[in-house]
């Protein structure tokens, strides 16, 4: 167990929708990335929250935005759902940015289906 | 950003030491060497990580070359548990890269 924990566990969506996926990092960590992780395939970066601002983010479309709480939970939200952004989505957290030496906890995901 | 390059796959015997390489031979300075690993569809986990100098925890021990442009992932007695996606990464401030990673397998 780390302490990062996401919900839903699963969720299947319809083409178009839009869809919001959470994440509680864990106690005292500040920092929270997001990812996506299609099958086969290694997690990949969409952006990252550092004390409620987005700092820093990967090749993915304007339609995946994020927040960050000021508790440092943070949510995930993709409109106009496309049938390709069907893949794990995994929530990190870590304990400072600026600090190389602290290693980030991973929640176990969620399992988003786009029909 | 610096970048990694680890083989797509090794095998292992079950109760033998699992060594698993990584080429990381742009990292900087300041720049930490991490590993994790992804068992089937969970999250990844952490294992563990170093600047320049060997490390080692309860779960692995981690070398890194004195030029720090590789280093090598120590399982010292592999279980089918260990069978998993291990990634080699060297994180810049804002974002963490995932390369394919090494696929081990454990065999009984």
């Known amino acids: 167990e780390t302490g990062v924990t996401q919900s839903p566990t699963h969720l299947i969506k319809t083409r178009g929708q839009q869809v919001t996926l959470r994440c509680s990092s864990q106690s005292g960590h500040n920092t929270v990335s997001w990812y996506q992780q299609a099958l086969g395939q290694g997690p990949q970066f969409i952006f990252q929250y550092y004390r409620e601002e987005e700092n820093g983010r990967g090749n993915f479309p304007p339609r995946f935005s994020g927040l960050q709480f000021p508790n440092y939970s943070s949510e995930l939200n993709v409109n106009a759902l496309e049938l390709d952004d069907s893949a794990l989505y995994l929530c990190?957290?870590?304990?400072?940015?600026?600090?190389?030496?602290?290693?980030?906890?991973f929640g176990q995901g969620t399992r988003l289906t786009v029909v | 950003d610096a970048k990694t390059t680890q083989p797509p796959s090794m095998d292992c015997a079950e109760g033998r030491a699992a060594n698993l390489p990584c080429n990381h031979s742009t990292i900087s300075g300041n720049e930490y060497v991490y590993w994790y690993r992804q068992i089937h569809s969970q999250g990844p986990q952490y294992i563990i990580h170093?600047?320049?100098n060997n490390e080692t925890n309860e779960m692995a021990s981690l070398i890194i070359t004195e030029d720090r442009k590789s280093s090598t992932l120590i399982l010292p007695h592999a279980t089918l548990r260990d069978t998993a996606v291990y990634y080699c990464i060297v994180p810049p401030y804002d974002k963490v890269i995932f390369g394919p990673g090494t696929s081990l397998s454990v065999i009984p």
């Open positions: 990190a957290s870590s304990l400072a940015l600026w600090d190389p030496n602290t290693e980030a906890f």
């Open positions: 170093g600047l320049k």
